[in-house]
C-alpha cells in the first residue's frame, strides 16, 4: 500500500470522523422524525457492506428509527441448487472440476449419489480441485488435456475476467464453463418489492454496492431508484464511506430526492467500465435467471452466446438448469435472510446445526453470507467497543 492510499484507509477508519458522522446521522433521523417519518429501512446488496456493518458494528450506532438490512448480495448464497447439483455429478463422473473455495462447501438441495456438496463429493473420490482464479484453472486444464468444467459463480464484478480469456481465445476447448452469472439491480428491484407485496415496512433507500458498480457504473442504480422513487447511494466500504453513505441517503429523504449519488467516487463513475461491459455484451447473452432463495427474476443472468456457447458446460453435458422444485433447505431461513425479510439470529438453526465450520445453508458458506459475517463478528467484541467509544448522547 502506497503512503498516501495508507492515510486515506486510516481517515476512513477513524472514530473521531466516524463519531462526527453519526452524530450528523442522528441529527438528520431526528429531523425525519419531527417530519412524522418513524422508520427508515436502508437495504445493503453486497456481502462486503454487511461485511462492514456487522464488523464495525455500524448498526450500534444508528439511531432506533434507522434499521440497516442487509439484501440479495453473496453471489454464492443466491446459486442455484441445480448448479451445485450438475457440478457434483460431473465430478463423480471423473470430469474436473473447478471451483473457487466459497463454493467448495455450497450445499445443495437434493443430495447427488451420497454427496450433498463438492466438498463431500471429492471425499468420494470425485474430481474437485479448488482454485484461486479462473486463469489458473485455464492452465491447468489446458496442461492436463482432461474434460473439465470451472464452476463460475458471480455477479457483474466477475463476469469480465471470464469474458476476456473467452475473448481472447485463451480458454481450451476442453474447459467449459457452469455458469451462475447474475446481474445485481433486478435482484435488488426484487427484493425491495418483496417488501411491499408483503405488506412489510418498504425499503426507504439503497446502498448500492461499490464493488458491482465499478462494472456498471451508477447509472442502473439512479434508473431503478427513479422507478421506484428511492434515494440510491454507491458506498465505498470502509466505516467511514458507509456512515457518510447513510447520511446522504437521510439528506436525500429528507429532501423527498430520487435518484442515485456516489460516494465511492475513488473508484466508481457514472457510466462504469466501457471495456468491461463492452467484453460482457460479447461474450455473453442476458437472459430471466433463476436465483436460490428469491426465484426466476426476469432479465438478471448471463449466459454464454453465439461462438462462446461452445464452452457452456450445459449444452456440452446436456445439463438441467431449471428449477424445478423448492430450493431451500428443511428449516433454514436463507430465503428471508436473502431478502432482508429475516435476520440470522431468528433462525433456529444459527450456530447450532448450522456453523461456519459446518455450515448447514446456503448463507452460512461464503465470507460474504449474511449468516456467516454474524456468526463470525456479530454483536459484542468491536460493536459494542466502538458504540461505547462513540458516546453518541454527546
Ligand atoms: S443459520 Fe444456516 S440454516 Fe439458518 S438461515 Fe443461516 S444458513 Fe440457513
Redesign the pocket.
Known amino acids: 500500500m502506497q503512503p498516501a492510499e495508507r492515510d486515506l484507509s486510516s481517515l476512513l477508519r477513524s472514530e473521531e470522523l466516524a463519531q462526527r458522522i453519526a452524530k450528523l446521522v442522528h441529527r438528520l433521523a431526528s429531523e425525519l422524525a419531527q417530519r412524522g417519518r418513524k422508520t427508515v429501512k436502508l437495504m445493503n446488496f453486497c456481502g462486503t457492506h454487511e461485511w462492514t456493518t456487522v464488523h464495525y458494528g455500524i448498526r450500534s450506532l444508528m439511531p432506533p428509527t434507522v434499521e440497516l438490512v442487509a439484501g440479495p448480495g453473496c453471489p454464492v448464497c443466491i446459486t442455484p441448487s441445480y448448479c451445485v447439483e450438475n457440478a457434483i455429478e460431473l465430478a463423480l463422473d471423473g470430469v474436473t472440476v473447478y471451483t473457487f473455495g466459497d463454493a467448495y462447501k455450497l450445499p445443495a438441495v437434493r443430495r447427488v449419489r451420497g454427496a450433498r456438496s463438492l466438498a463431500e463429493a471429492k471425499a468420494q473420490g470425485g474430481n474437485v480441485k479448488v482454485v484461486y482464479s479462473f486463469l489458473d484453472a485455464v492452465k491447468h486444464a489446458r496442461a492436463s488435456g482432461r474434460e473439465s468444467v470451472f464452476l463460475a459463480i458471480g455477479f457483474e464484478t466477475t463476469a469480465p475476467s471470464y469474458a476476456l480469456s473467452l475473448s481472447r481465445g485463451d480458454v481450451p476447448s476442453n474447459l467449459k464453463l457452469l455458469t451462475a452469472l447474475r446481474l445485481t439491480p433486478p435482484a435488488a428491484r426484487h427484493a425491495i418489492l418483496a417488501t411491499i407485496e408483503r405488506g412489510l415496512e418498504p425499503v426507504s433507500g439503497i446502498i448500492a454496492p461499490g464493488h458491482v458498480s465499478t462494472i456498471v457504473g451508477a447509472e442502473p442504480w439512479d434508473r431503478l431508484a427513479k422507478e421506484l422513487k428511492l434515494p440510491a447511494v454507491v458506498s465505498g466500504f470502509e466505516p467511514v464511506d458507509l456512515l457518510v453513505s447513510i447520511s446522504i441517503l437521510l439528506e436525500m429523504i429528507l429532501g423527498g430526492v430520487s435518484g442515485a449519488r456516489i460516494e465511492y467516487t475513488r473508484l466508481v463513475t457514472w457510466n462504469g467500465n466501457a471495456l468491461a461491459k463492452k467484453l460482457i455484451g460479447e461474450v455473453f447473452e442476458t437472459v430471466d435467471s433463476h436465483w436460490r432463495g428469491l426465484g426466476l427474476i426476469a432479465a438478471s443472468g448471463l449466459e454464454l452466446g453465439g461462438p462462446y456457447k461452445a464452452y457452456d458446460a450445459y449444452d456440452a453435458y446436456g445439463l438441467k438448469k431449471v428449477e424445478e422444485r423448492e430450493d431451500s ?1 428443511s ?4 430465503p428471508e ?1 436473502i431478502m432482508g425479510l429475516a435476520k ?1 439470529i431468528e ?1 433456529p ?2 450456530m447450532k446445526v ?1 456453523t461456519p465450520s459446518k ?6 458458506v461464503s465470507s460474504e453470507g449474511t ?1 456467516a459475517i454474524w456468526a463470525r463478528f456479530g454483536g459484542g467484541g468491536l460493536a459494542d467497543k466502538v458504540a461505547a467509544t462513540l458516546e453518541l448522547g454527546g
Open positions: 433447505l428449516g433454514c431461513k436463507c435472510v440470522p433462525c438453526l444459527f448450522c455450515p448447514y445453508g446456503p448463507c452460512m449468516c
